[in-house]
């Protein structure tokens, strides 16, 4: 399920980058560049971010499962 939304936030992404630069710079070549270089450094952040957060959560549940009720 991780991949998926991974690659999926980078489709929006990806999209949002590119229209952003062109409207700000008019040049495909400029937006092209800006659209694949910031949002696959982000979605690989992303990524790395899901599974470490992911990581937090399991762990979190497992003591609050260890802990004896007073």
């Known amino acids: 399920m991780a991949h998926t939304k991974t690659f999926t936030f980078a489709a929006v992404h990806f999209s949002v980058a590119f ?3 062109y409207l700000l710079t008019g040049s495909l070549a400029v937006s092209s560049a800006l659209a694949l270089v910031e949002p696959l450094c982000n979605t690989v952040a992303y990524y790395f971010h ?3 957060w992911e990581r937090w959560r399991n762990r979190a549940g497992a003591e609050a499962r260890n802990i004896a009720p007073a």
Do not use: L, Q, T
Request: charged share 35%; glycine share 0%.
């Open 19 to 21: 229209s952003v630069a």
């Open 50 to 52: 899901e599974r470490i």
